[in-house]
């Protein structure tokens, strides 16, 4: 048998790469994006939540873009991009309709880098993201079907609905309480994992967060008495 008859006639593509996963603190970093249009505005509405130092690259900005921009959440270089405008830069999104430039600042990057829509140039990717308050839950599918990366994270937004925003504020809550009262490290360490079981969650699908804090606070006045 011929080497190109064995499998399917898509088995000599190459095999897509494997990605390192992280949530990345970027809050007081410098962060880079090139372009102003509706693809740069989606990017930068999401790192507005997370970042206070955004430098965006573009003789142009979406009307949004303008907005943020007078309001100081972010900085204009109002010219195209060229060589140095990374400098400094934590991480940086390439997201201008010319794919020349796009592919130079793939080049010129010695930071993070991604290059939105082209995986080959990235050296990381932004994966599909739930959130619900604290809770964010990202997946990918290592830029082989951002369609199916989607669907995933609408099933998940119906599996953990709102009230697991107000569960973690709760719970961020009683955490701080517990290692400052709870004494004792075993009590405290089952009072925690106590608060954080499948019971618990159950419970809070079932009755809602009122009566999982009624719940908690019966496990924290058992831990903590005598």
Sequence with gaps: MKPEESGTKFSNFAAPKVYYPAFLNIEEKKVVVVGGGKVAERKILSLIKVCSDIEVISPDLTKRLEKEKQEGRIKHVPRRYKKGDLKNAFLVIAASDCPSI???????????VNVVDTPGLCNFIVPSVMNRGLLTIAISTSGVSPALAGLIRNELKKLYGPEFKDYLNFLRKIRRKAL????????RGEFLKAVSSEKMVRLLRKKGIIEVERAVVRLFKRATSK
């Excluded at 796009?102 to 993070?112: A, H, I, P, Y």
């Excluded at 400052?180 to 009590?187: F, L, P, Y």
Aim: hydrophobic share 25%; charged share 40%; proline share 0%.
């Design 102 to 112: 796009n592919e130079q600042v793939s080049k010129d990057g010695r930071c993070l």
């Design 180 to 187: 400052a009262v709870i004494q004792d490290r075993k009590k």
